[in-house]
């Protein structure tokens, strides 16, 4: 008998319908395991418990009544705090927006509320989703539940600590630069940016508008799939929202990966960054599985890390400027210190230089879709280390950016980070799926065979 | 970038707080853009347009 806390979304709404399981009998196991885990993991910065129980009677009103919504009907989810929740504040875990009540759900969050999910509150992050890890902001940093004195990756981090801790089957965070990627690397999750433009981002709070992607983090590549699902759909109020008839992200899970083509990125953790051994060990070893599984793994080139670190940096810091010009000038000592350095960079960079990198970032666009001529999915690193240790500022600094995230933001192909082994100091490795622009559903296919051939989804962090 | 043009340029962009507060910060953010902007091999081909391409809509 699985703990409910380690229940998938998917087994949980089976167990709703075989009636062995309520969603207010999971909500309360759960509220449990927050109340006593939240101290030590700092995963919510506001639980909102009235609501959610609420949300969970009603759904399992209509569950027991024959209405029953959907797979993710009664399944508590959380949300990063640069989501909007109508009558909760989003503060983007900023003194500068403590007061900022929404007034309207996000998009995706509308989404959630019309397939039943239950939404538990508003999780960590780091400051406007790019200063953290931090300790001099209003709320603290989230922690790892696989070791707490160490970093949950960020900047989506209360979603990936929540998610691996087993206080929600499913949290949705944003990637920018890999924030969704990175706290699926280092909690040993499953994380997916979807292709940019399939998922709007209204109502989320924005960083960057041509490199922000709303995602799903789950402890199954099932639920990422359940979660896209429920949250994909043309936005016209979202200008980058495309219409697509890209659905049902789980058709394709259980194909396996026979005759599929995979390009292997060595370049990026072999000479660009080079990688933590147990990391390069780890990324050979998924690319060995995938090939007993019968995929044909080819080694291929792409442009370096540091190049679309580069131009992922400049726009980024550049539209992020565009945002947040009017605060950075009038309160700049209400961000924390991180927040203020990584933003103030747009100040600097002239206008022509950030028109070059969009330049650039078309011939980048090219060179990965040149290599989806030969291949159907890219297989690389995420992260090129293990988690740092929380309050080693200059370890943290030294392995943030060592990642193969950002060129999937700066192309928008879709990318899914998860788990590939754990290190002999017991946090987790990682392997990183990306595939054709709306094909989204292929990148869960490989995942998924990934998942069922490896054992790494029935590892769970020691934290009881 | 010597300190001077980056104050400067701080004050110029309106930081003028953000210099007298927090002058590590304002340096440390100048030199961040010198080194991001230092890695792109910035298209030498004058037609190579950037991304995303202009399109016409109504806007909002």
């Not at chain 1, 969970?56 to 909007?84: C, F, M, N, Q, V």
């Amino acid at each position: 008998m699985i703990a409910a806390h380690w229940l998938s979304a998917a087994e949980a709404s089976r167990a709703f319908a075989a009636r062995t399981l309520s969603p207010v009998e999971l909500w309360t196991a759960l509220l449990a395991r927050i109340e006593g885990l939240q101290p030590k993991l700092h995963a919510f910065i506001r639980l909102d418990a009235d609501a959610a129980i609420s949300a969970a009677r009603t759904a399992e009103h209509e569950i027991t009544a024959g209405r029953s919504r959907g797979p993710l009907h009664g399944i508590p989810i959380g949300l990063k705090d640069i989501i909007d929740v109508a009558g909760l504040p989003t503060t983007c875990h900023s003194k500068i927006l403590l007061d900022n009540v929404a007034k309207a759900d996000a998009a995706v969050t509308s989404k959630l509320r019309a397939a039943g999910a239950v939404i538990t509150g508003k999780l960590a992050t780091h400051e406007f989703a790019i200063g953290g890890p931090s300790f001099d902001l209003p709320f603290p940093p989230a922690r790892n539940p696989w070791n707490p004195q160490h970093h949950p990756g960020g900047s989506s981090s209360g979603s990936g600590a929540g998610v691996a801790a087993g206080l929600f089957p499913v949290a949705l965070g944003s990637d920018t630069g890999g924030s969704v990627r990175n706290p699926a690397s280092a909690c040993g999750i499953v994380g997916l940016k979807p292709t940019y433009g399939l998922v709007s981002r209204r109502g989320v709070f924005p960083l960057s508008y041509t490199l922000d992607h709303v995602g799903p983090l789950a402890r199954t590549v099932e639920d990422c799939a359940l979660l896209l699902d429920a949250i994909v759909g043309h936005d016209p109020a979202d200008p980058g929202s495309t219409p697509t008839h890209a659905r049902d992200f789980t058709h394709d899970l259980h194909r396996g990966v026979r005759d599929l083509r995979i390009g292997f990125i060595r370049h990026f953790h072999e000479t660009d960054m080079p990688a933590h051994p147990e990391m390069t060990a780890a990324l050979e070893d998924a690319a060995r599985v995938l090939q007993s599984e019968g995929a044909e793994v080819r080694t291929m080139h792409l442009p370096t890390l540091n190049e679309f670190a580069g131009v992922n940096r400049v726009i980024l810091t550049s539209e992020a400027w565009s945002i947040h010009a009017p605060w950075l000038r009038e309160r700049p000592g209400d961000y924390g210190q991180l927040a203020r350095r990584r933003l103030m960079p747009g100040a600097f960079i002239p206008a022509g230089d950030y028109v070059g990198a969009q330049r650039r970032r078309a011939q980048m666009i090219a060179a990965v879709e040149d290599a989806f001529r030969d291949v159907d999915v890219l297989l690389c690193a995420s992260s090129m280390d293990p988690a740092s240790r929380i309050y080693d500022a200059a370890e943290t600094a030294r392995t943030y950016s060592r990642q193969a995230r950002t060129p999937f933001n700066v192309t928008g192909h879709p990318a899914l980070a998860m788990m590939a082994g754990l290190s002999r100091d017991g946090l987790p490795l990682s392997v990183q799926f990306v595939g054709r622009y709306f094909q989204d559903a292929t990148v869960l296919r490989v995942a998924a065979a990934y998942e069922r051939a490896t054992d790494w989804r029935k590892r769970h962090p020691p934290i009881g | 970038m010597d300190d001077q043009l980056v104050a400067a340029l701080a004050k110029a962009a309106g930081l003028e707080k953000a210099l007298a507060d927090y002058p590590e910060d304002v340096k440390a953010a100048a030199a961040q853009a010198m080194n991001t902007a230092a890695a792109i091999q910035y298209p030498t081909d004058p037609t190579a347009e950037p991304w995303p391409p202009m399109r016409p809509g109504l806007g909002r």
